[in-house]
């Protein structure tokens, strides 16, 4: 007889953290602009670029009142907040167009890699974390751990270069970046995974560590625990026992990684993104943090941090499903 979802529950559970993120998104949005406005890089001298040099003062003057930079700090961020709610995110003065435009034309490709680096980590950690418990202090399992916690210690910069070396520029049989060919002005399906290969298996090898650890421990457990022992004493094969009894046992404290692996996820797709040129968020985020660019810096926070929030409240609500002696009270 198949459980009911509660689906009453869990809205209410959504809803209450919806309401809670209101403040933290606004809390957020002002921190990017004080951090902004005490910066000393100047936004307009970055929009007007080498024109800047030679231009008179009261063009320049002139350039900071259109930006709306000459405003103080909260007249400015109100003015964007409530110009956020209604949908307009402002005009990126880096890029020389609608936040909204910038956004949409990255954020596709920055999920891509995202959800395919996500989709490598939990499978890889899955699988090398099942085997790993099998034997405890065995020899894979030694191998598994050591590997697990080299990756954990290398930066994901570096793990990208070492990529770029090895693949691309020794075997020649990746390429190093982009996200199509240089001699081609089209976007094909084959060209954009071939250019997804390296920076997704990057991207998911940092994010490996956690899950291949967390589903080695969490197994290990569940094999010393009766119900398993009785799986086995009643003859059960050992995938069986596995995959049927250990496995579904030792990922519930994994369900809680969905959510907190998001912010190290952003961050690494930070600096994977531009390690390969991958023309997604990450990039945006560079551009307008060193030109100062207050819209599209605050739009691209917000959106980071909402991604965080919806992690975080996506993982309380798997492991409220899997396990329902926890409810769904956050």
Do not use: C
Request: hydrophobic fraction near 55%; avoid cysteine.
């Amino acid at each position: 007889m198949n459980r009911r979802l509660p689906w009453g529950p869990m809205a209410r559970m959504a809803g209450r953290r919806a309401l809670a993120a209101v403040p933290v998104l606004l809390v957020v949005t002002f921190g990017v602009f004080a951090v902004a406005a005490a910066s000393p890089f100047d936004p307009v001298k970055a929009y007007a670029g080498t024109a800047g040099l030679t231009a008179s003062q009261e063009n320049l003057d002139q350039l900071r009142a259109n930006l709306g930079a000459d405003q103080p700090l909260v007249p400015r961020w109100w003015d964007w907040t409530t110009s956020a709610l209604t949908g307009d995110l402002g005009d990126s003065s880096v890029m020389r167009q609608p936040v909204a435009d910038v956004i949409a034309e990255r954020i596709g490709w920055s999920v891509l890699l995202a959800a395919t680096a996500f989709a490598v980590a939990v499978l890889l950690g899955t699988v090398l974390g099942v085997l790993a418990a099998r034997r405890p202090g065995g020899a894979f399992d030694r191998g598994a751990t050591a590997v697990a916690y080299t990756l954990e210690a290398a930066p994901a910069f570096w793990l990208g270069l070492l990529a770029i070396w090895v693949f691309a520029l020794k075997l020649g049989v990746l390429p190093a970046g982009g996200l199509t060919d240089t001699a081609s002005d089209t976007v094909t399906f084959g060209q954009v995974a071939g250019h997804l290969v390296l920076p997704a298996l990057v991207l998911g090898l940092s994010q490996l560590p956690w899950f291949l650890l967390y589903v080695r421990q969490g197994v290990a457990d569940a094999l010393e625990e009766d119900p398993v022992r009785g799986a086995r004493a009643r003859g059960l094969s050992e995938r069986t026992v596995l995959v049927g009894h250990a496995l579904r046992s030792g990922l519930l404290p994994v369900l809680t990684l969905v959510g907190s692996r998001v912010p190290e996820l952003i961050t690494g797709a930070l600096l994977v993104e531009t390690v390969f040129s991958w023309p997604g968020i990450a990039a945006a985020t560079v551009t307008a943090a060193t030109s100062v660019d207050f819209p599209l810096l605050a739009a691209l926070t917000v959106l980071a941090t909402a991604a965080v929030l919806l992690g975080n409240l996506l993982s309380d609500l798997l492991y409220g499903l899997a396990d329902p002696r926890v409810g769904f009270h956050g």
